[in-house]
């Protein structure tokens, strides 16, 4: 289904794929970011240790998949130190997958191979860069259309959504900001 609708490229969200995922993007031959784990921030202490051992585990157990072109690291920036670190466990394990390895958020830093921005602005001079995310309510809604998530016509839609936490109506947050 995402190949027939020129999907070019699957950023799993916030952990590892199921392993019969990433066998399906090999057969199809769609390329794929893999994440190991995530907390949407930087980690210190035995949570980071718990993110360095899952990317390990990650990488040994998927690094036979051609179809992951890059290992992500988080969600949001981690450190320099700790994109060190996770570079060197790339390097340890998957020598010559050839692999880049970097995170959203991670424009600054040039340790990273490469960044990602969620509100669509290159803020980086070194790295290649991709939207890492879109369809969002973040979007601009003057570029939706008929086709565009949720299917608004003119990106307005109503103004409440049922919850998914309560199943109540709610009234949708202000997202004028933006726009």
Request: proline content about 3%.
């Amino acid at each position: 289904m995402m190949v027939e609708g020129n999907a070019n490229l699957v950023r799993w969200m916030h952990i590892t794929p199921w392993k019969q995922d990433i066998e399906s993007c090999d057969r199809v031959g769609l390329i794929q970011a893999m994440p190991a784990g995530d907390a949407e921030k930087d980690r210190r202490g035995r949570q980071w240790e718990q993110r360095t051992e899952l990317m390990r585990d990650a990488i040994i157990y998927n690094r036979n998949n051609p179809s992951i072109l890059f290992y992500e690291c988080g969600n949001e920036s981690i450190s320099k130190e700790h994109m060190q670190e996770m570079k060197g466990i790339r390097d340890k394990y998957d020598p010559y997958g050839g692999r880049a390895i970097g995170s959203r958020e991670m424009l600054d830093i040039r340790e990273a191979e490469y960044g990602g921005e969620m509100l669509y602005i290159n803020k980086s001079k070194h790295h290649p860069m991709w939207a890492m995310e879109y369809c969002r309510d973040e979007g601009l809604r003057k570029y939706w259309d008929e086709y565009s998530y949720p299917y608004y016509v003119d990106g307005d839609g109503n103004n409440s959504f049922r919850s998914a936490m309560t199943n109540k109506i709610q009234k949708k947050v202000d997202a004028r900001a933006y726009n």
